[in-house]
């Protein structure tokens, strides 16, 4: 079965520093990775999906197929950045469209 | 507000009672997903709707658990005879997906905790 695996629980940075999240999937196939971000007393809610290939608020991530890796990077982290960061995995329209989810990684950006 | 609504948002309730959530989907979206989460952990796929039609069911979702979506607009999601190992946040999920395109966008609700003493 298909599992997605965020090592880090908490992450603590400095305001200007860079962040990187750390997502490993394990699925042999071609999956679509996304990340969601929950701010604090706020709904889920997708942050970005790699098949876009954008930037939002700054962050990116990049697939390695090699490496089953999709981590997500900033180079200056906000304050505003800090929340709770989810990284997905959906196997496409064949396999179901639910979504599979790693534990989570919470980033506190410190000023 | 147009995005997912759930309720109640807080559900308290004993051991061995029935409870039944609701969501509302975006309005005219055909997919509606429910996931678990607990303390800790990141979203646990349950179950999802394509319109009326329940397509998929984790095997997470046991004999006490039953969703329906009787007309492809809200969602009900009841479980019987409540355990302690219930106790969870339910967030329920919706999108608008064309036949053939598999890149839907999942837009989540707030959540409904659910405590079972």
């Known amino acids: 079965a298909q599992r997605v695996t965020q090592p880090e629980k908490l992450l603590s940075v400095f305001k200007g520093a860079p962040v990187e999240l750390k997502c490993n999937y394990s699925y042999s196939g071609s999956p679509e990775l996304f990340w969601y971000v929950q701010y604090s007393r706020q709904r889920l809610q997708l942050l970005l999906r790699?098949?876009s290939r954008e930037s939002i608020k700054g962050f990116t991530a990049d697939l390695n197929k090699g490496e089953t890796s999709f981590h997500l990077k900033k180079p200056f982290a906000q304050e505003e950045d800090s929340a709770m960061y989810y990284c997905a995995l959906r196997l496409g329209k064949a396999a179901g469209n639910k979504l599979t989810f790693g534990g989570g990684t919470r980033v506190l950006v410190k000023p | 507000d147009t995005g997912v609504s759930q309720n109640p948002r807080h559900k308290i309730t004993k051991r061995g009672q029935n409870v039944t959530f609701r969501c509302d989907p975006i309005s005219e979206h055909n997919r509606l997903y429910w996931y678990r989460q607990t303390l800790g952990q990141g979203p646990e796929f349950l179950t999802y709707?394509?319109?009326?039609?329940?397509?998929?069911k984790s095997r997470l979702l046991s004999d006490r658990f039953s969703a329906e979506r009787p007309k492809g607009s809200f969602s009900t999601l009841e479980i019987q005879r409540t355990e302690q190992g219930d106790s969870a946040m339910y967030l329920c999920a919706s999108s608008l997906a064309f036949t053939g395109e598999s890149t839907d966008t999942q837009y989540f609700g707030p959540g409904t905790r659910l405590t079972v003493l």
């Open positions: 790699h098949i």
């Open positions: 709707f394509q319109n009326e039609a329940q397509l998929e």
